[in-house]
């Protein structure tokens, strides 16, 4: 289990990413010179009104709150501030701040029969969610007994009041998984496109998932602005992970659209109901050239196998995982599950039939 930052961390902290090799150090006399600016002038931090000197940049918020400006991404008045301009950005009287967590990475390495998202591979199938466990510590334990590689990633704002609070990257070491930035709780283009815009900031990944919700009752996907979301991201360099309706034309266009894989749900989001029409899942997986991911619906590991025997080249999960009575239990049977749907469908079922076929030849009985 990784080691949480100590309050010196925060304050030095290596950064080794090929080209990228710096410290970040906060002086004494950079604190100073912060406290003195001039008169308090007042902002909204995270929702919640903050008075910082008149004139501090980014750079010296981030200090006063006590955060890694490498282990968060900046929002002002809707505009994500590069990283490289933390120090020269002034804060002015009535800015709007977003400060949300840090999104990473992961590698993986090859297989003979890997998962292929944008170029890039994968040993498992199974990709799972982060939340709803009781703590990171479950979390962890959960995401190494699926074996998964990629998982999704909420973007949330920080613990403004207590900037010591463990983070999941804590626990899930972003250096070994590849974190999938979703945009859970989006109900509209904007804030989705918002979100992944300060994900990719965060950690600079652009491999996404994106959803688009239609109301809080029911979780089902708003096609509509899915569509003007993903059009703009695609645009702007993300690899998309589109979760919608299992439509088979509208995955169509969204793989038309640039989108790296389709995930049509198999049900409801949490609903646990299983693959619901296996029919149109099988009419996406033969029209696809890209992944397809069944998300979203999954309750048991016969759900999981049955998702990957009809075809599909992954599977979502998060509730069905989390919300076990056993979580680490289920994770390892949803592991099992995911590999035993692949190779039977890679072995190919035998065709049903109505009538029997005896196993045992009937030539050469002595009766």
């Not at 003195?36 to 981030?62: R, W, Y």
């Not at 999704?152 to 990257?169: E, H, Q, Y």
Request: proline share 5%; glycine share 8%; with cysteine.
């Amino acid at each position: 289990m990784a080691v949480p930052m100590t309050f010196q961390d925060r304050f030095s902290f290596d950064i080794g990413q090929s080209d990228q090799n710096f410290r970040f150090c906060t002086s004494v006399n950079a604190y100073h010179s912060m406290k003195c600016k001039g008169a308090p002038m007042k902002i909204q931090l995270n929702g919640e009104a903050f008075e910082l000197p008149d004139g501090s940049t980014v750079h010296e918020l981030l200090v006063r709150l006590e955060f890694n400006p490498q282990r968060v991404a900046v929002e002002r008045n809707l505009e994500v501030v590069s990283r490289q301009g933390y120090h020269e950005e002034r804060l002015q009287e009535g800015d709007r701040i977003e400060v949300v967590h840090f999104i990473g990475g992961g590698e993986a390495t090859l297989t003979e029969d890997p998962l292929v998202i944008a170029g890039k591979s994968y040993r498992s199938r199974l990709l799972v969610g982060t939340g709803k466990y009781k703590d990171f510590e479950e979390t962890a334990r959960a995401i190494e007994a699926s074996g998964a590689e990629i998982v999704t990633v909420a973007v949330r704002r920080v613990n403004v009041s207590d900037p010591k609070a463990p983070m999941l990257t804590d626990h899930v070491d972003p250096r070994r998984y590849t974190y999938l930035p979703n945009t859970a709780g989006c109900f509209n283009a904007d804030e989705a496109v918002r979100t992944l815009r300060l994900a990719r900031e965060a950690g600079g990944w652009d491999l996404v998932k994106l959803e688009v919700l239609s109301d809080p009752k029911y979780l089902w996907p708003n096609n509509p602005e899915t569509l003007k979301a993903a059009e703009i991201l695609v645009r702007e360099g993300f690899k998309v992970m589109v979760y919608t309706t299992d439509d088979p034309y509208l995955c169509k266009r969204f793989e038309e659209m640039g989108c790296v894989a389709v995930m049509p749900l198999a049900a409801p989001i949490g609903s646990g109901l299983g693959v619901r029409n296996p029919f149109t899942i099988r009419i996406i997986i033969e029209q696809a050239k890209v992944p397809v991911l069944v998300d979203a619906g999954v309750g048991s590991a016969s759900d999981a196998a049955i998702a990957m025997e009809l075809g599909c080249d992954g599977v979502l999960m998060n509730t069905a995982i989390a919300g076990a009575k056993h979580p680490i239990l289920m994770a390892s049977a949803m592991k099992k599950a995911v590999e035993a749907g692949r190779e039977s469908f890679l072995a190919g079922r035998i065709p049903k039939k109505l009538y029997a076929t005896a196993s045992s030849p009937l030539d050469g009985t002595f009766f």
